[in-house]
């Protein structure tokens, strides 16, 4: 068995999924989460088959995303762990999966956003009360864990975006 349906089937899915609750527990996404998933395309684009013009395309989506997210870290809209995570993962997705994954992170995102400060206008429960992380959510002066939105967006989109089809030949 080839390492890239291992890479895309397992690999992928778990860092997002690490990521999403890293963001969720401690409001933060590790550089070494982002580095994971980037390391895991390089790994992936050659062992995949990807053409030459195919990982250029990949490339661009990903740099593209990191010029476009560290403006908008620059400016306070977003967190770095987004950021990162945003371009890593846009990579995997390429330039024409790109638009798909950011209207759909917009979306959940969005979602996620109205769910957290809705849910900021009540009281505590008693039994969250004691989960830190459920204190430090519910707190107005905390940001979104917008990975969450980030991660399930792109569990969404990649089996369109990686090349499935191609792996099923493998």
């Given at each position: 068995?080839?390492?890239?349906?291992?890479?895309l089937?397992?690999?992928?899915?778990?860092l997002?999924?690490?990521?999403?609750?890293?963001?969720l527990?401690?409001?933060?996404?590790?550089?070494?989460?982002?580095?994971?998933?980037?390391?895991?395309?390089?790994?992936?684009?050659?062992?995949s088959?990807?053409?030459?013009?195919e990982?250029?395309?990949?490339?661009?989506?990903?740099?593209?995303?990191?010029?476009?997210?560290?403006?908008?870290?620059a400016?306070?809209?977003?967190g770095g762990?987004?950021?990162?995570?945003?371009?890593?993962?846009?990579?995997?997705?390429?330039?024409?999966?790109?638009?798909?994954?950011?209207?759909?992170?917009?979306?959940?995102?969005?979602?996620?956003?109205?769910?957290?400060?809705?849910?900021?206008?009540?009281?505590?429960?008693?039994?969250?009360?004691?989960?830190?992380?459920?204190?430090?959510?519910?707190?107005?002066?905390?940001?979104?864990p917008?990975?969450?939105?980030?991660?399930?967006?792109?569990?969404?989109?990649?089996?369109?975006?990686?090349g499935?089809?191609?792996?099923?030949?493998?």
């Open positions: 068995m080839s390492a890239a349906p291992l890479l089937g397992v690999a992928f899915p778990f997002m999924a690490y990521a999403a609750a890293s963001d527990l401690t409001m933060r996404i590790s550089n070494r989460v982002t580095g994971f998933v980037v390391a895991g395309f390089v790994l992936y684009a050659p062992v088959g990807m053409a030459l013009e990982l250029a395309w990949h490339v661009a989506a990903g740099a593209l995303t990191l010029v476009v997210t560290f403006v908008m870290f400016r306070g809209w977003v762990g987004d950021a990162k995570l945003a371009a890593g993962t846009a990579l995997w997705l390429g330039i024409g999966h790109l638009a798909d994954y950011l209207v759909v992170a917009s979306i959940l995102g969005g979602a996620l956003t109205l769910a957290i400060l809705y849910a900021r206008t009540f009281p505590m429960p008693a039994v969250t009360a004691r989960l830190p992380f459920a204190v430090h959510l519910h707190d107005t002066k905390t940001g979104i917008y990975g969450i939105a980030l991660a399930a967006a792109a569990l969404i989109v990649m089996p369109g975006a990686a499935w089809e191609r792996l099923a030949l493998m």
